[in-house]
């Protein structure tokens, strides 16, 4: 076991960052030959700098909590909600029924031909991540993320195992004893726990959850719901405990797409070099101050760098490894408060009021710009699309393919005929009966084979609750030839009992 | 670059990996160590890839794999869970009579949609994908059946085919040659084929004499075909009336037929299909539309 002291040494140089230079100063020479020399062993892969986060309490901390709390009881408990949708349909309120290809979400059922709504979601999703980056950055990034939220509930269970961040990070340099082996076991038997439980709550969107939970714990269940389980448990384990911060730097697309649509405008987590620059201790800065030089209200203690969880230093300016969830605001503010200095010293701002400030200019928020009001927008139209088609979705449905092989056949006595595959869909969830029709041409006969045929151009058809129907359809003509090779013809079905009606579209070909 | 000093690039202040090209240096962005770490697992994964399947070629074969996997198998197996999959619907199958099987909705899907699939394999060849027909071969679709279009005659026909080597297979007559056999001569030929294309208002020559064909049909071809020419299912005559050719409608074709004859042949299918997918193809080509009852 090394001594204390030499280890908290290393705690505190672990973190800080050898080149020390403000947002807007550049890199001079010193600086440079400085770097030469620390960069001697630099290698062509970056072993992992492990970040032991201090625990913080705050407005943005609070925040977190909170969206923690909200999204993973979503998460955990939807698949537990039913919704009553009568006898021919499954009672749970949000279900991928894969098998039986529906998509089930409280009043809402979607077939897979209607995958369009998904798409609609997309676009949806997208627009409102890139609105929130308009108004604040990585929001996303910093609150809701799946991977942000686990790691912070990873993070949570780590720190009542191996305690906040100058405990945990001495006793990983102690040797190994039955205490740290404990702490360390317990964590891992916890993280485990939690990783499971995910897999398994993923698992029951997919079946019916109550069934699902009691044939997972009988060992009835199928293979597959076993495999998820397992590959979601190892991906959350290894995800949310053990790659965190590697996640954002170097898996995922949207930092690098988020830094491309990103304008000055934007509020970000960041330094208020304006009020903090020159940094230095406290005494230092208050020495400067008597002497009426200036000093600015960082006192270097680091700790917005402690807190952050992916261990960037937000003094640098904003930059990739960032993630804004707010965190060094929270710290800072208290030691502001502490000192007795205006808290903020670290916000949601942006660099151009700093500029700004710097010129004794007022600073300038505008949320309604083009960019902002383009994107909600967007979200406004294709919402609204998405929402009328939606209320006015149909129940039923009707398709109609011509034969490619014979195109028309003529029969003994002169007569032509064309072949159709219809289908029509029932979307609602009780069988109707609904009357089918062909139109288009003066002398028609409509024949459904295999059905009991209707009269001349009609023809009665049955079909199941939440089903669609395949039937093949012979439309004739007596005349001796229609008027032109091709004539187009209208298909159309009628609920027997609502009259609802839906129709399609095709031709009738002749020699 | 001989230097053991790394080169700093003056603007971003990040180290280069002293690879030059033209002047221009290659700055030096290190992944993660863990990602090279997955680099090599995945080629631990390929070592264990090549043990467990088909991997390496050999001079005559190849190394199969300890788990002795092989596509041919997996083809096999999905198509036995196939089988089981449909087992319910075939045995119900089996057990029904072809008007059953019509009658029954379910059914009647279940035997167009396996009916569909052996048509294309059998039956396309010869019959076209929809059934429409070539020369020589029947169009499906339409209601023209010189060997009968009830379900029962079509699964006769597909089970023990026309002319076929099968001991149940309908031969009926075969259509003399005619000319070749010196039964008619080219000018007699000639007379009766413009008499027969002028029950069907179809033109023949300006000036044949008609009265002279209609006693030539009658001596010759009334026997199979009928005095009105309407055919004969026993025999396998072909309507003579009724506007469909199954050669064409040419006047030569119809020349053609008479002088050398004609003795369409399908083959039997009974042995080479099973019983139930007979069944389902007589079930398809009947919903063709053109299917008697």
Known sequence: ?511 | MADERVEVDRVTGTATTGHVWDDIRELNTPLPRWWLWLFYLTIIWAIGYWVAYPAWPLVSSFSRGVLDWNSRQAVVSDLDGLKAQRAPMVSRLEGANLQQIVADTALFDFARAQGRTAFAENCAACHGSGGAGARGYPNLNDDKWIWGGTLTDIAQTIRHGIRAEDEETRRGVTMPAFGRNGMLTRAQIETVVDYVRSLNRLPGEANANLALGKQIYAQNCAVCHGDDAKGSREKGAPNLSDGIWLYGADRAIMIDGLWNGRGGVMPAWAGRLDEVTIKALAVYVYSFGGGEN
């Open chain 1, 1 to 511: 076991m090394r001594p204390i002291s030499d280890a908290a040494v290393e705690l505190s140089r672990a973190e800080t960052p050898p080149v020390r230079s403000g947002p807007n100063k550049p890199v001079d020479a010193a600086v440079d030959i400085e770097a030469v020399e620390s960069l001697e062993d630099e290698k062509l892969y970056a072993a992992r700098r492990k970040i032991y986060p201090q625990s913080v309490a705050g407005t943005f901390r609070t925040i977190k909590w909170v969206v923690l709390a909200i999204t993973l009881s979503i998460y955990y408990t939807v698949p537990f909600l039913r919704w009553d949708r009568g006898p021919n349909a499954p009672n749970q309120a949000v279900l991928v029924d894969l098998p039986n290809r529906r998509f089930y979400f409280f009043f809402i059922e979607i077939w897979p031909q209607e995958v369009y709504y998904i798409t609609g979601l997309l676009i949806l999703a997208a627009m409102t991540l890139f609105l929130m980056n308009a108004l604040a950055g990585r929001v996303w990034c910093g609150y809701l993320c799946p991977q942000t939220v686990w790691t912070d509930l990873f993070q949570a269970i780590e720190r009542r195992f191996e305690g906040d961040r100058r405990e945990h990070f001495l006793r990983d340099r102690e040797s190994w004893t039955m205490d740290r082996l404990a702490r360390a076991g317990g964590k891992h038997v916890v993280w485990l726990f939690v990783a499971w439980w995910t897999g398994g709550a993923w698992v029951l969107y997919f079946a019916d959850a109550p069934t699902l939970v009691r044939d997972l714990a009988t060992l009835q269940a199928p293979l597959i719901a076993y495999a998820w389980i397992g590959i979601l448990t190892f991906t959350t384990y290894t995800l949310a405990g053990h790659m965190r911060e590697q996640v954002c730097l170097y898996m995922c697309p949207w930092p690098r797409i988020q830094a491309a649509l990103i304008d000055e405008h934007a509020l970000n987590v960041t330094y208020r070099y304006d009020r903090g620059e020159p940094r230095g201790s406290l005494k230092k800065n208050a020495a400067l101050r008597a002497q009426g030089r200036p000093a600015g209200d960082c006192i270097d203690c680091h700790q917005c760098v402690h807190v952050c969880p992916t261990g960037v230093d937000i003094r640098n300016g904003s930059n990739l490894g960032c993630i804004q969830c707010g965190l060094c605001i929270d710290a800072c503010d208290a030691v502001m408060t502490k000192l007795g200095f205006p808290k903020r010293l670290i916000a949601y701002d942006t660099d151009l009021n700093i500029r700004l400030r710097q010129q004794d200019k007022p600073a300038v928020f505008k949320p309604f710009r083009l960019r902002t009001l383009l994107y909600a927008a967007m979200i406004g139209v294709v919402g609204a699309i998405m929402l009328h088609t939606l209320a006015t979705r149909s129940t039923e449905g009707l398709t109609v393919i011509h034969d490619r092989n014979p195109l028309y056949v003529r029969l003994k006595d002169g007569e032509l005929r064309n072949g159709f595959t219809v289908r029509i869909l029932n979307k609602a969830l009780e069988t109707r009966s609904f009357v089918l029709t062909v139109e288009g041409l003066s002398d028609i006969d409509l024949k459904v084979v295999g059905e009991a045929a209707g009269s001349g151009r009609m023809t009665l058809i049955t079909v199941g609750p939440d089903q669609t129907h395949e039937l093949r359809a012979l439309v004739s003509t007596y005349s001796t030839l229609p008027t032109a090779a091709s004539m187009p013809l209208t298909f159309r079905i009628t609920d027997v009992k609502t009259g609802a009606k839906a129709s399609a579209a095709d031709h009738f070909f002749g020699p």
